[in-house]
């Protein structure tokens, strides 16, 4: 019998029926490409992480641009700021408050919700604290009387501490926002809050170091 018999008739103008390709048992379409589920985790997790390198750039841009003009403005004259005692202790309250968000990553890597969750808090109290704590080492200099416009040294003690403090302000909120959501995250947005930890544990380690940077620079230069 001739092929044209054995095939179906189809009307004009139908169209063929269509192929059937069964996936194969890995999961992967026929052209062997992955799903798009995990490209569309993995994608916006690396813009995150792209962007927060980004603004860990432009902030060490910022604050390298104070540090410079502190040495030029300040290095040639004799006032100096007598440094609070209780910057090392607001010293100490951030490089704890790091360490805590950095065990807090690794309790979310394991899968330990609550411990996340508690250590969290801690970390979060710590950081509130040390800007009280710098709240309190300006009212200790305005107590001495030791203003902004008092002497170059003092105008950049404050601008130095007050830039900082605002970045740790932002941090805080993050921080917050991650606290909140730990405490009713799920399985299925438990890799978006890891995400989160991530980056707001890398922006958080950062402001230790330039605070460390900044004491130094006020304190020993």
Do not use: C, K
């Amino acid at each position: 019998m001739p092929d044209t018999l054995q095939r179906p008739l189809l009307r004009r103008g139908s169209l063929p029926p269509p192929i059937n390709r069964t996936p194969s048992g890995n999961g992967r379409g026929d052209d062997g490409g992955h799903d798009d589920a995990p490209h569309g985790m993995t994608q916006p997790a690396f813009g995150a992480q792209f962007g927060m390198w980004l603004l860990l750039g432009s902030l060490t841009i910022l604050f390298a641009a104070f540090s410079s003009a502190y040495i030029v403005r300040v290095g040639p004259l004799t006032e100096r700021v007598s440094l609070p005692p209780i910057l090392w202790f607001n010293t100490l309250l951030l490089a704890l408050s790091s360490l805590l968000l950095q065990q807090a990553l690794g309790r979310s890597r394991r899968g330990d919700r609550a411990g996340m969750h508690r250590l969290l808090g801690f970390a979060s109290l710590l950081g509130l604290l040390f800007l009280f704590g710098q709240l309190a080492a300006w009212r200790a200099l305005a107590a001495e009387g030791v203003f902004l416009q008092t002497h170059p040294a003092s105008s950049f003690f404050y601008v130095l501490t007050a830039a900082h403090g605002l970045h740790v302000l932002g941090g805080l909120i993050a921080l917050g926002w991650a606290f909140l959501q730990s405490a009713r995250s799920s399985e299925s947005t438990a890799l978006r809050l890891q995400a989160v930890l991530q980056n707001t544990a890398l922006y958080w380690h950062f402001l230790g170091l330039i605070w460390i940077w900044i004491f130094l620079l006020l304190a020993w230069f």
